[in-house]
């Protein structure tokens, strides 16, 4: 099965789930929680993420989301993963 996420319409409501290489439960710890928050905000303000739900588990996190303003939805989930990973 493909890792890649596939999106048909960039204007739809999706469904995506990631986890922490290794399942590890790094979210247990409130500043890697609020890392990924920081990113959330972030994406919402400057790249055009609407999100309608989000749960962070302690080492995974599901996401419903909705490209706006013409963005396309791969690279916005890839730049939500890069500010995670280079803050």
Same mark, same amino acid.
């Given at each position: 099965?493909?890792r890649?996420y ?6 739809? %409501? ?8 290794g399942? %590890?439960?790094?979210f247990?710890?409130?500043? $890697? ?7 959330? *905000? ?5 790249k055009?993420l ?19 303003? *013409? ?6 989930? *890839?730049?939500?993963? $890069? ?5």
């Amino acid at each position: 099965m493909s890792r890649n996420y596939k999106f048909h319409n960039p204007e739809d %409501l999706y469904f995506i789930s990631f986890a922490v290489v290794g399942w %590890l439960d790094v979210f247990t710890r409130n500043e $890697y929680k609020d890392l990924f928050l920081e990113s959330l *905000g972030y994406c919402q303000k400057n790249k055009g993420l609407e999100i309608h739900a989000w749960c962070i588990m302690t080492s995974h996190v599901h996401l419903v989301f909705r490209s706006i303003n *013409g963005q396309n939805p791969e690279l916005l989930i *890839g730049d939500l993963k $890069y500010l995670q990973v280079n803050q």
